[in-house]
């Protein structure tokens, strides 16, 4: 069974940092690429940075150089955030694209709530 387990949220004041982990229990599939999204409330979902399984990055507009993801292993990700905003204030996702043979699948974390606020 699959399950994407996300950690790290919580109340920060504007202009600290956060750092979101997420890790992956994969069973039979192999990942592909994980990422971090988010949905404020009363928005649409949004991407905020993904990573591949070979390391290459992308970053959605909002990440805009305060954001860092890395993978630390096969199934595992960190969010790293800085200079945090109110704006940011968001759940935050992690989504990871599994495969097995020629099946790909799409799953995603419960989410964890970001809150930036003095």
């Known amino acids: 069974q699959v399950q994407v387990v996300e950690s790290g949220g919580g109340l920060v004041e504007p202009g600290g940092s956060l750092r979101l982990s997420c890790t992956v229990s994969?069973?039979?599939?192999?990942?592909?690429?994980m990422g971090w999204y988010r949905q404020a409330q009363g928005k649409e979902r949004e991407l905020v940075a993904s990573?591949?399984?070979?390391?290459?990055t992308n970053y959605g507009g909002s990440a805009s150089g305060r954001f860092t993801i890395s993978r630390t292993s096969a199934n595992a990700v960190y969010l790293q955030m800085n200079s945090l905003k109110p704006e940011d204030t968001a759940v935050y996702y992690c989504?990871?694209?599994?495969?097995?043979?020629?099946?790909?699948?799409?799953?995603w974390g419960q989410g964890t709530q970001v809150t930036v606020s003095s």
């Open positions: 994969r069973g039979k599939f192999s990942v592909n690429a």
């Open positions: 989504k990871a694209e599994l495969q097995w043979g020629k099946k790909y699948s799409d799953y």
């Open positions: 990573v591949a399984s070979g390391g290459t």
